[in-house]
């Protein structure tokens, strides 16, 4: 894979992007949200949309152990894990909007030959059922929830994701939208742009905080490592 090379004076490009899936990319956490809320109800439990954005950016074990505590013991946590599974995978086959500002991003990176990686908490599932949904949208390698031992906010994930395209974590930028996932990919070492979809994330050392993907370009990106 060749990186993009660096322009004498000027400010050099990321080795590497990595982007969140989830509510980043996808317009998915109404989906999820409107899944959970389905199977609660039918539990006769509460639901409402705090309780999911405790969730956003959890992994799969994180969020069906809290739904089944809410259910009140009623299911099990991999009942729970199992429903959720099956309901958004034939959800995320159909009708998925990708979130302003991503196409025109990703033709960016194309054309400049920047590689990316995809960076998701959701199980390879539910991954491959969102990708092909929104084909032909593509990466240069995938890392997804059931592949890491240690969900976000753990770095696991991001620190995996630099390591198969071949670069050093503190060159990449990640975009993420959930508080963990932002923590996940800075403990990781990365420059994160934290793009919020329901929680609100805060500015920190070598992170900052945009209201959507809109406008961001090669030049936003150069700018980063000024």
């Not at 639901?47 to 809410?70: N, P, Q, Y």
């Not at 990708?98 to 199980?123: H, K, M, N, T």
């Not at 390879?124 to 969900?151: I, M, Y």
């Amino acid at each position: 894979m060749t990186l993009p090379a660096v322009v004498p004076g000027t400010s050099r490009l990321p080795a590497a992007v990595l982007f969140d899936m989830d509510g980043l990319l996808i317009d998915t956490e109404p989906l999820w949200f409107s899944v959970e809320t389905d199977i609660l109800n039918e539990l006769g439990a509460p639901w409402e949309l705090d309780d999911h954005k405790t969730l956003v950016g959890s992994s799969l074990k994180v969020s069906s152990a809290f739904v089944a505590e809410r259910a009140g013991g009623a299911v099990t946590a991999e009942q729970i894990s199992e429903q959720l599974l099956l309901r958004m995978r034939e959800r995320l086959r159909h009708a998925l909007v990708l979130q302003p500002g991503v196409l025109d991003l990703i033709a960016e990176l194309d054309a400049a030959g920047v590689p990316r990686a995809l960076v998701s908490s959701s199980f390879r599932v539910l991954v491959e059922a969102a990708l092909e949904g929104v084909a032909p949208l593509t990466f240069d390698t995938v890392v997804v929830g059931d592949e890491v031992s240690d969900a976000k906010p753990h770095p696991e994930a991001y620190l995996l994701g630099a390591a198969k395209l071949g670069v050093d974590p503190a060159d990449c930028v990640a975009f993420e939208d959930s508080p963990s996932g932002a923590a996940s990919a800075s403990a990781a070492g990365c420059f994160v742009v934290a793009i919020p979809s329901v929680a609100p994330i805060e500015p920190a050392d070598r992170r900052i905080v945009r209201p959507s993907l809109v406008g961001i370009d090669l030049n936003f990106l150069r700018s980063l490592f000024d």
